[in-house]
């Protein structure tokens, strides 16, 4: 069992940055590919970035690349998202999710097993 805890989210004017955190609880932190999704008002959950357990491996949304950084610690067992150069699109909030490695991609938010609860980023024009 995962328990995943985000912070981080606010208020930030175009152009500015936030960086969002997610502590997980649980021994096998390690193991677990890492990934961020983001669900604005009256839309579908989307995906923005993953990492895989090693750090590795990193994906992004064509949104966002370029401008969000993932990275993990896993002595820390936490997740990062590093955004910059944000813009109102970016309103939404943000999720933390994790799961065991698999062939599946890491954009498909179905094959995450575990959710935080979300955080808010709005970013004001």
């Known amino acids: 069992q995962v328990q995943l805890v985000e912070s981080g989210g606010g208020l930030v004017q175009a152009g500015g940055s936030l960086r969002l955190s997610c502590a997980a609880s649980?021994?096998?932190?390690?193991?677990?590919?890492m990934g961020w999704f983001r669900q604005a008002l009256g839309n579908e959950r989307e995906f923005v970035a993953a990492?895989?357990?090693?750090?590795?491996?990193?994906y992004y949304a064509d949104s966002v690349k370029g401008r969000f950084t993932i990275s993990r610690d896993n002595n820390k067992s936490t997740v990062y998202l590093q955004m910059n150069s944000l813009k109102p699109e970016d309103t939404a909030v943000y999720y933390c999710?994790?799961?065991?490695?698999?062939?599946?991609?890491?954009?498909?938010?179905?094959?995450?097993?575990?959710w935080g609860q979300g955080t808010q980023v709005t970013v004001s024009s």
């Open positions: 990492i895989t357990w090693s750090g590795g491996d990193t």
């Open positions: 999710a994790a799961r065991s490695p698999t062939v599946v991609g890491p954009a498909y938010s179905k094959s995450y097993t575990y």
């Open positions: 649980g021994r096998t932190f390690s193991s677990y590919t």
